[in-house]
């Protein structure tokens, strides 16, 4: 079966970069949530997004910002990176229909080390 | 802001043995879930309750909502070398348009010598 597919699964960029990572969703799923793991703590969620419109916005950076295409893959832009930021962020699906059961597809991840 | 406090923190278990965590929370979640992380991986959905009192099984797995809606445990009776990883508890909140908003617990290292 289809999982979500993040893009890429590792990135190092230096202070003050920019980074942009992709989502696409498991097909017909129209949610699409973005969370952030840092070393040994648990999942923190940013940002999601239904039809293309933000649904919902939880401690994501103002340097940071997401949004969800027509076909309903999604990009997390990071900007003016930091050490911080260094982290393992991944992207959720699920359909609207079950959404509100927060039953979560996630994706494996993507990487991000800044130097 | 919200947090769930999971327990333990680590576990070492001898395969075979049956495993307990929890999580508590100061405030009423709607829905209950559990995940499981391998290393390097995402969180994958192992059980979600949804009603106050509910005890539900998949396969060698039990988890139970708890009565006053601000805890869980998950159980794992039998354990075998696959289980290793870690668990997190999850908890929503109910309304709005928070519906994959998660709040997770701290996670539990499950460690599982043969």
């Not at chain 1, 393992?88 to 080390?113: K, M």
């Not at chain 2, 395969?15 to 999580?23: I, R, Y």
């Not at chain 2, 990883?85 to 994959?100: E, L, N």
Request: with cysteine; hydrophobic share 30%; aromatic share 12%.
């Amino acid at each position: 079966a289809a999982g979500v597919i993040q893009s890429p699964r590792h990135l190092i960029k230096e202070k003050r970069e920019t980074a942009t990572l992709k989502c696409y969703p498991i097909p017909r799923h129209d949610t699409v949530y973005w969370y952030q793991q840092g070393p040994g703590q648990d999942p923190q969620f940013l940002i999601s997004f239904y039809e293309k419109m933000q649904s919902d916005k939880g401690s994501i950076p103002d340097r940071f910002s997401a949004q969800q295409f027509s076909d309903y893959h999604s990009e997390l832009n990071m900007s003016s990176l930091e050490l911080g930021d260094s982290a393992l962020y991944f992207c959720a699906s699920s359909p609207r229909s079950r959404a509100n059961t927060g039953e979560l597809f996630f994706g494996e991840g993507s990487r991000l080390t800044v130097l | 802001g919200q947090q769930l406090n999971q327990s333990p923190q680590s576990m070492f278990i001898q395969e075979g043995e049956d495993v307990s965590m929890n999580c508590t929370s100061s405030s009423i979640f709607n829905t209950w879930l559990w995940y499981k992380q391998d290393p390097g991986e995402g969180p994958v959905l192992l059980i979600a309750l949804y009603k106050a009192g509910e005890l539900t099984s998949n396969g060698r797995l039990t988890a139970q909502f708890g009565i006053t809606r601000k805890d869980s445990f998950l159980n794992i009776s039998a354990s075998i070398p696959s289980d290793v990883g870690i668990y997190f508890c999850a908890g929503r909140h109910a309304g709005g348009t928070s519906y994959g908003k998660l709040t997770f617990g701290q996670g539990t290292i499950l460690t599982v010598h043969p």
